[in-house]
């Protein structure tokens, strides 16, 4: 098969471990017999520097013209960074907002599981790692508070900013959806996450949610409350499934359970929209701490690949094989820094995509 990608390094830790991925996908296409081909394209911090906006249209125009994007990460110290001198609609993170609108990527998918190799590396008591757990945090991209209208103003002397929080029954109706669908290719239990105690966009969001359940007699479902999700991620997350829940909600939540398996290096994910087409990235930001030091976690941008082999080009066998291949170097006791433990052995971000591709 020939996979035509755009890839964008983005920034920070961004280039370091897109690398790596990418030495794991000619891995595959070489063992199994497909060709990637890579355009780059750029985004972020180092868009601004070399066009003077975080994305351009031209890039887009690639984006759009690929199967896929595979995605580093953008953005850099907002405290020190002059890039956060720019006003908000020139900084790296609205080429990020701007590609998933312009691309439609309105389902974000983050799984969140804990391997048997890292129990060392979770925070949380033994008596609660030790059951393991496997999640898929579904967040909504394209809606919500991150996309509504903002501004700051001076109201009567006084600085007033406002940020808009806008759903409608379509936009939650397609995101639940796409998780009852999802679970009932996993553990076929969804817990939709919103704040209905308090929000009218989260009572709609139940309604939608409980009129899309009725479809799907063989899924279980339940609402929780945000707050109290923030909770039970730490108290007691094996029991989650599919957690479906808006755009912050979302953003917060994934960070959280990202935490919970050892390292937010871990942590993969897709977002997909009506189509095959979607975009890959690691659910991390860019480091800007750690950049260029040969330092970084590249396992999640390596899952990130695995689930586009298996979402965008239904090529399973290949997502299985990254996979495997990630777990047996962990088994092996290979660690970046982020996991390492007593008895481990540390490697290099360049060196844990070597030992990555070689066992594929
Ligand atoms: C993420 C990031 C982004 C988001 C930022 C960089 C805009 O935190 O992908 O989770 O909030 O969506
Ligand atoms: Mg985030």
Redesign the pocket.
């Known amino acids: 098969m020939e996979c035509n990608l755009a890839v964008i390094k983005g920034d920070g830790i961004g280039p370091e471990v897109v690398t790596e991925a990418i030495k794991v996908l000619d891995a595959v296409g070489k063992k199994y017999d497909h060709s990637f081909q890579y355009e780059q394209i750029l985004m972020g911090g180092c868009s601004i520097d070399a066009t003077g906006v975080p994305l351009t249209d031209e890039a887009v125009a690639i984006a759009k013209s690929k199967d896929a994007v595979l995605l580093g990460s953008i953005?850099g110290n907002t405290s020190t960074s002059p890039w956060y001198q720019l006003p908000p609609e020139l900084r790296p993170?609205a080429g990020?907002?701007k590609i998933r609108k312009e691309l439609g990527l309105f389902a974000n998918l983050r799984p969140a599981n804990l391997y048997e190799e890292l129990k060392e590396a979770c925070p949380l008591k033994a008596e609660i790692a030790d059951k393991g757990f496997d999640m898929l945090i579904m967040r909504e991209l394209t809606g919500g508070l991150?996309f509504g209208e903002r501004s700051t103003m001076e109201i009567d002397g006084v600085l007033t900013a406002h940020d808009n929080l806008i759903y409608n029954e379509n936009e939650i109706r397609r995101i639940a959806v796409k998780a009852f669908d999802i679970a009932g290719k996993r553990r076929k239990k969804v817990t939709s996450v919103d704040k209905a105690n308090v929000l009218d966009s989260s009572r709609l969001w139940r309604k939608v949610v409980e009129e899309v359940a009725k479809d799907y007699p063989e899924i279980s479902y339940e609402h929780m409350l945000v707050d109290n999700c923030a909770m039970q991620l730490v108290k007691d997350p094996a029991q989650f499934d599919v957690v479906l829940t808006e755009n912050m909600f979302g953003?917060i939540l994934?960070d959280e359970a990202s935490m919970i398996t050892g390292s937010i290096g871990m942590l993969a994910s897709a977002s997909l929209n009506e189509t095959k087409f979607g975009m890959y990235e690691p659910?991390g930001?860019s480091a800007p701490d750690i950049a260029g030091q040969n330092k970084a976690n590249p396992i999640a941008t390596i899952l990130s690949a695995a689930m586009m082999l298996r979402y965008t080009f239904d090529l399973d066998k290949e997502a299985d094989g990254i996979e495997a291949a990630v777990k047996q170097v962990l088994k092996e006791g290979y660690r970046t820094c982020d996991i390492v433990s007593e008895g481990t052995k540390q490697v290099s971000c360049s060196e844990m995509g070597d030992l990555i591709a070689a066992r594929i």
């Open positions: 953005g993170e990020l907002l991150y953003d994934s659910s930001g």
